[in-house]
């Protein structure tokens, strides 16, 4: 009989702690969860709030402008760029409630990783600004490029033009890799490459374009010479 009462104090002691410290730790639970719900609202509102003021100054007009609304086409999204601005955002808080949850639950690890996202978040913003810019202003370039060298008379302005386009784009993907942090022997061998692709396809644009102008020139100046035989 005695030891069914050792028993039975043994199992309600153990039922007592085990309910103690949920009582302990249900104020935590409580607060991880108000934190989560109003993370997840404040993010929704938030990226709904971004999306309508991107649609509003015209930001979908310059990512179309800039190709970056037909990449996100081709990668088979429906989604329109402000959509994943919004979308980048939206999760960039959830992030943030959801590091602040597992830090009062006490799971330091998850807390630890998710702290590494966030942190490594706004290098992958800067990376995408880098692009975005690089194609606007490689969209610039080309179309002043295309302008002067058919000017002056080239036969392929539209592939100088290109070649000038597409070098100043791989020079911003270059420099977004390097914001992202990838290995800097990659980043070297990407603008290794560039730089000698583009030097071989100016070589060869300028060679092709320019013998019509170059014998345009060289005719005048054989006219000239006539000219000048003829008065002597």
Same mark, same amino acid.
């Given at each position: 009989?005695?030891?069914?009462?050792?028993?039975?104090?043994?199992?309600?002691?153990?039922?007592?702690?085990?309910?103690?410290?949920?009582?302990?730790?249900?104020?935590?639970?409580?607060?991880?969860?108000?934190?989560?719900?109003?993370?997840?609202?404040?993010?929704?509102?938030?990226?709904?709030?971004?999306?309508?003021?991107?649609?509003?100054?015209?930001?979908?007009?310059?990512?179309?402008?800039?190709?970056? /609304?037909?990449? &996100?086409?081709? *990668?088979?999204?429906?989604?329109? #760029?402000? =959509?994943? $601005?919004?979308?980048? !955002?939206?999760?960039?808080?959830?992030?943030?409630?959801?590091?602040?949850?597992?830090?009062?639950?006490?799971?330091?690890?998850?807390?630890?990783?998710?702290?590494?996202?966030?942190?490594?978040?706004?290098?992958?913003?800067?990376?995408? /600004?880098?692009? &975005?810019?690089? *194609?606007?202003?490689?969209?610039? #370039?080309? =179309?002043? $490029?295309?302008?002067? !060298?058919?000017?002056?008379?080239?036969?392929?302005?539209?592939?100088?033009?290109?070649?000038?386009?597409?070098?100043?784009?791989?020079?911003?993907?270059?420099?977004?890799?390097d914001q992202l942090g990838i290995?800097?022997?990659?980043?070297?061998?990407?603008?290794?490459?560039?730089?000698?692709?583009?030097?071989?396809?100016?070589?060869?644009?300028?060679?092709?374009?320019?013998?019509?102008?170059?014998?345009?020139?060289?005719?005048?100046?054989?006219?000239?010479?006539?000219q000048a035989g003829q008065k002597?």
């Amino acid at each position: 009989m005695e030891t069914v009462q050792n028993m039975g104090d043994a199992v309600l002691l153990s039922v007592t702690e085990a309910l103690q410290n949920f009582l302990g730790f249900l104020p935590q639970l409580i607060g991880a969860i108000i934190i989560l719900v109003l993370g997840w609202i404040i993010a929704g509102l938030l990226a709904t709030l971004v999306e309508k003021v991107l649609k509003t100054v015209g930001f979908e007009r310059a990512a179309e402008s800039t190709g970056i /609304a037909g990449f &996100v086409k081709q *990668a088979g999204s429906d989604w329109t #760029v402000s =959509k994943v $601005v919004a979308e980048i !955002v939206k999760w960039f808080i959830r992030l943030i409630a959801l590091q602040a949850a597992a830090s009062i639950l006490g799971m330091t690890q998850v807390s630890a990783i998710i702290n590494s996202i966030l942190l490594w978040l706004p290098n992958l913003i800067v990376a995408l /600004a880098i692009i &975005v810019l690089g *194609a606007f202003l490689a969209n610039f #370039v080309a =179309k002043i $490029v295309r302008g002067t !060298v058919g000017k002056m008379g080239f036969d392929n302005p539209d592939l100088i033009a290109n070649i000038a386009k597409f070098a100043i784009i791989g020079f911003a993907v270059i420099a977004a890799v390097d914001q992202l942090g990838i290995a800097e022997t990659v980043v070297n061998t990407l603008l290794i490459g560039v730089v000698a692709s583009v030097a071989a396809a100016f070589a060869l644009a300028f060679g092709l374009g320019g013998q019509r102008v170059a014998g345009q020139i060289t005719q005048s100046w054989y006219e000239k010479g006539q000219q000048a035989g003829q008065k002597v």
